[in-house]
């Protein structure tokens, strides 16, 4: 599969429930102080060659491709709003898991 947007993208991890919070603090980011001021990549202390590296993952791990051309989208994406829409998904599957739903 060719991942061409950032929906697509967040779905995919959405699919994997905590994913990306490993993947995240893998790379050293504090994931509980990540704040609505962080709005790029490198606000959170990743630098050029660690977002290369999780795309890389990414696709290792979902066996798909994202196109050299779109992962500059992906680093010039909002931050904080990225992985709030990750993160909102992932607390509401939480608590449907919880619920039995």
């Given at each position: 599969?060719?991942i ?26 504090k ?70 739903i």
């Open positions: 599969m060719i061409n947007s950032v929906k697509q993208l967040q779905d995919l991890l959405i699919s994997r429930p905590g994913y990306f919070d490993t993947m995240l603090s893998n790379f050293g980011v994931l509980d102080e990540i704040t609505a001021n962080d709005t790029t990549w490198h606000s959170v202390g990743m630098d050029d060659l660690d977002c290369v590296e999780m795309i890389m993952n990414f696709e290792k791990d979902f066996d798909i491709q994202i196109p050299d051309a779109f992962m500059n989208v992906i680093e010039n994406t909002n931050f904080y709003e990225f992985y709030k829409a990750v993160s909102i998904a992932k607390i509401r599957q939480d608590k449907l898991n919880q619920l039995g």
